[in-house]
């Protein structure tokens, strides 16, 4: 079993309960009975409304937290500790200031403890791959958020992950760098093709990346549907696939099912923000 690290890891929570204690000490249910499986080597975007749960899924598959109740399963074993071969990308770039581009991109192998040299020359590999080459030295504030998304990246990849979680990591970019991140990134997962979830608030770029689309539910979040997305791959110019008219059909599907959820989210904000009033 453990050999299987390499490659691809299912994720799978069933009945998966998520509370919290708020900072003023009253009990909330973030996520509630959720079921939601990722098969090996698939790609599954998240969306639903700010709130509803979708970073805790996260960071339960990443073995960050626990849940109240439920089970949560990477590559077929219960998640009970930071889980092994999970590569993060978030959309706050989690790079190290004070080191140069080449250095935060071989951390990963460093800590492994891979030979530093060694760790060298690859990450200058997979800054190449990311199209940095180049950039090596600069440090992360020299570079635009384009740029430091894809070092974010290649940090990741550099570890061969079986599994990647990200959370609206191109939430941050303007529309065009988001658009060819996202050409990017579904080139690079073609390689090895970790099993993938992505949440997004971005409905396009979900259903452009996925296989398939789960919708959750305003608070408590609990899994509303789940699109399959049949559009084939590879899928080309996700700027392009938003015209085809299986894109806008899936579309319209699955927007009915999350506007129900943002409005009644924004009701919610809404209404407590009248009472704070
Ligand atoms: N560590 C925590 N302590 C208390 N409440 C939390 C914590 N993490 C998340 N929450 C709450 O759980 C709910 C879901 O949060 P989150 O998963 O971040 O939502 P999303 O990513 O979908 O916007 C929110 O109401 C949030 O305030
Ligand atoms: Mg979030």
């Given amino acids: 079993m453990q050999s299987k690290a390499i490659g691809q890891a299912g994720i799978e ?87 140069s581009v ?29 199209g940095l080459a180049g950039f090596e030295n600069h440090y992360p504030h020299q570079l635009s958020g384009g740029m430091r998304k894809r070092v974010s990246l290649a940090a990741a990849l550099i570890n061969k992950p079986s599994m990647l979680l990200m959370d609206e990591p191109f939430s941050a970019l303007d529309v065009q760098t988001r658009a060819i991140m996202s050409n990017e990134l579904l080139t690079l997962w073609e390689k090895n093709r970790p099993s993938v979830m992505f949440v997004t608030h971005d409905l396009e770029e979900a259903i452009a990346l996925a296989d398939r689309v789960v919708v959750i539910s305003a608070g408590p979040g609990t899994v509303k549907a789940i699109f399959d997305i049949d559009l084939p791959r590879p899928r080309g110019e996700v700027q392009e696939i938003r015209f085809k008219p299986r894109f806008l059909e899936l579309y319209q599907q699955i927007w009915e099912a999350l506007r129900e959820e943002v409005e009644r989210a924004y009701s919610r904000t809404a209404t407590a923000m009248k009472g704070a009033a």
């Fill in 102 to 130: 080449l250095t935060n991109v071989a951390l990963g192998p460093i800590f492994r403890g891979v030979d530093k040299k060694l760790a060298m020359e690859e990450a200058r590999e997979w800054l190449t791959t990311v």
């Fill in 13 to 99: 929570l069933s009945n998966v309960t998520k509370r919290f204690v708020t900072p003023t000490g009253v009990a909330m249910t973030a996520l509630r009975n959720v079921n939601l499986s990722v098969e090996p080597g698939q790609f599954c975007a998240i969306v639903g409304p700010t709130g509803c749960g979708k970073s805790t899924t996260l960071t339960m598959a990443a073995g960050l937290d626990l849940p109240s109740a439920g089970t949560v399963k990477v590559g077929g074993r219960l998640v009970d500790g930071l889980t092994k071969g999970a590569g993060f990308v978030f959309q706050a770039d989690a790079l190290l200031p004070w080191k």
